[in-house]
């Protein structure tokens, strides 16, 4: 489940829902994008979150958030193995979330207000978190946070 490309069956009306969720939250998507660059290596609009505003999952082939764990732990390993094998990560965003649909009407306005990044760091940063990956500079969270 934490792997990207997890299809789920969809009636001929919940794809249709679905594609026109995608078209809706396009310009989200690329604002998104834009804000964390190469931390990201694509955001998409997800069909099979319920609860949360966004989750990261890691490409097929990549290593999970537990292998990416154990593999920075390890004493003797090849740093550039490391780089090669890390997961690329997939920002999967709901697009039936409160907090979404708030973003998405802020860029909307106005795609360079503070905010937006602000809000756009936060939920990467806890999507990290949520989705069992640690945190390179956990103070910038904090401080995010507390803001």
């Given at each position: 489940?934490?792997?990207?490309?997890?299809?789920?069956?969809?009636?001929?009306?919940?794809?249709?829902?679905?594609?026109?969720?995608?078209?809706?939250?396009?310009?989200?998507?690329?604002?998104i994008k834009?804000?964390?660059?190469?931390?990201?290596?694509?955001?998409?609009?997800?069909?099979?979150?319920?609860?949360?505003?966004?989750?990261?999952?890691?490409?097929?082939?990549?290593?999970?958030?537990?292998?990416?764990?154990?593999?920075?732990?390890?004493?003797?390993?090849?740093?550039?193995?490391?780089?090669?094998?890390?997961?690329?990560?997939?920002?999967?965003?709901?697009?039936?979330?409160?907090?979404?649909?708030?973003?998405?009407?802020?860029?909307?306005?106005?795609?360079?207000?503070?905010?937006?990044?602000?809000?756009?760091?936060?939920?990467?940063?806890?999507?990290?978190?949520?989705?069992?990956?640690?945190?390179?500079?956990?103070?910038?969270?904090?401080?995010?946070?507390?803001?």
């Amino acid at each position: 489940v934490s792997k990207e490309g997890l299809e789920l069956e969809e009636t001929e009306e919940e794809k249709k829902q679905r594609e026109e969720e995608a078209t809706k939250f396009e310009g989200l998507t690329k604002s998104i994008k834009d804000i964390l660059g190469d931390k990201v290596e694509k955001v998409t609009v997800s069909n099979r979150i319920v609860g949360s505003p966004c989750v990261l999952v890691t490409g097929q082939f990549g290593w999970s958030a537990n292998m990416e764990r154990i593999m920075k732990a390890q004493a003797l390993r090849d740093t550039s193995m490391s780089q090669y094998m890390a997961s690329k990560k997939t920002m999967e965003i709901n697009p039936q979330n409160a907090i979404i649909k708030e973003l998405a009407a802020k860029v909307a306005n106005d795609k360079n207000d503070p905010t937006v990044r602000d809000l756009t760091m936060l939920l990467y940063e806890s999507a990290l978190l949520t989705s069992g990956f640690t945190l390179e500079q956990p103070q910038d969270f904090a401080n995010r946070l507390f803001k």
